[in-house]
């Protein structure tokens, strides 16, 4: 499947959507994110298919347990196959009748599983069959047991105590830097428009609005452009000053707390 965007750099928000869809995909709704993110809940609608879109997401599935539904067999074979042929074997397997699994491991033996199912014990010799008919050297297989899955935890948002105060944070050459920020309702700049703010001293003169996303759209920034809550803001701090910048799009209570 191709996928249009390869090169997509995950922030909090989108590490948070991902621990959450990896602990129970199921019972994950945008709702529920948005408020444990401060954000919209079009903005996690948008951040998904953004996800999707660059292949970070690729679908989500469900777990069955098959030997109690039915009393069915799972069995996994571990293959050898040449490295130039990996790919183009990965798909034929897959295309077997009761194969529900293939994974392609980088180097050494034993460099493509098949996870297969089947009603009886004669089913998965049809399946071991089958793999050797395409080219593919099983070298072992057992019946699996159990299969246990966990949430990658450096996306847990609690992990560390709090949530960072910047979505992201980009270093550049000298003292500039580039800030990714969640726009909170109480903020200075909230519902002020970009002119009006640099009037009033909200946002000085080494601070520059260089995006903004609000729900599902991408906003080019102008001086008659009212930033509003939730939006999730782009800011290059020539000053390299990223907490000053920062101050602007924070609440009071934000701003306490940090201190």
Excluded: W
Excluded at 27 to 54: F, M, P, Q
Excluded at 204 to 228: C, M, N
């Amino acid at each position: 499947m191709p996928y249009r965007n390869t090169d997509h750099r995950l922030d909090e928000i989108d590490r948070r959507i991902l621990y959450a869809l990896m602990t129970d995909a199921r019972n994950t709704s945008a709702s529920t994110l948005a408020a444990e993110a401060g954000v919209s809940g079009a903005t996690i609608r948008n951040r998904i298919h953004k996800l999707e879109d660059s292949g970070i997401i690729r679908g989500t599935t469900a777990q069955v347990d098959f030997e109690r539904a039915g009393g069915k067999l799972t069995n996994l074979y571990l293959c050898d196959v040449p490295v130039t042929e990996r790919e183009a074997l990965a798909h034929e397997a897959r295309a077997i009748p009761g194969v529900i699994n293939v994974r392609t491991l980088m180097t050494g033996r034993r460099n493509l599983h098949v996870l297969a199912v089947g009603e009886s014990t004669g089913d998965l010799r049809r399946v071991a069959r089958l793999l050797t008919d395409i080219g593919i050297h099983i070298e072992d297989e057992d019946l699996l047991e159990e299969e246990l899955f966990a949430p990658y935890g450096p996306f847990d948002p609690e992990d560390g105590g709090h949530a960072p105060e910047a979505n992201d944070f980009i270093s550049l050459t000298g003292d500039a830097s580039v800030v990714e920020v969640s726009v909170q309702s109480d903020a200075p700049i909230a519902d002020l428009t970009l002119e009006d703010a640099s009037e009033r001293g909200i946002l000085d003169e080494e601070t520059l609005v260089i995006a903004i996303e609000r729900g599902d759209r991408e906003l080019t920034p102008h001086g008659d452009t009212v930033i509003e809550p939730d939006d999730i803001v782009t800011i290059l701090s020539r000053a390299g000053g990223d907490a000053d910048a920062l101050s602007a799009f924070r609440g009071p209570q934000t701003e306490s707390s940090a201190g």
